[in-house]
């Protein structure tokens, strides 16, 4: 294998662990108590599905996985604020610890989009593959 396909799984598997920490931050919000909101869960739930099924897409170098994806993640920070705000809304209390699970997952999908999107070596991993690649 040569080294820029080597440092593009390493990229690969930095943002899976990176979109799982997220994970695990917005299942905590949506299974949360004070957590007025059911569709959270949906939410939550949609969005591991869907990361992984475009992980596993990107694993197998399908080009068009990687544009999805970044849109998916984007449109998940969207979701997710937009609940954490009307989570606050709806409070009397202000509701830190569940707003910082929240806000710790947007942040962690935020800094898996950087390798997705600047990536030269993930960019080339992910390209059309030429006549003598595998």
Not at 19 to 36: C, E, M, Q, V
Not at 62 to 76: D, E, L, P
């Amino acid at each position: 294998m040569t080294q820029r396909k080597v440092r593009a799984r390493i990229w690969l598997g930095v943002t899976l662990l990176l979109i799982t920490g997220a994970h695990y931050f917005f299942f905590k919000f949506s299974t949360d108590r004070l957590n007025s909101y059911p569709i959270s869960q949906g939410l939550t739930f949609g969005c591991v599905l869907w990361t992984t099924v475009l992980f596993g897409a990107m694993w197998l170098r399908y080009t068009w996985a990687r544009y999805v994806m970044i849109t998916m993640i984007c449109f998940g920070m969207i979701g997710f604020g937009v609940l954490a705000m009307l989570v606050t809304k709806d409070s009397v209390n202000p509701l830190p610890e569940l707003m910082k699970l929240a806000v710790y997952g947007i942040i962690l999908y935020a800094v898996a989009l950087v390798p997705l999107s600047a990536s030269s070596s993930l960019r080339h991993f992910l390209g059309p593959k030429t006549a003598g690649e595998r």
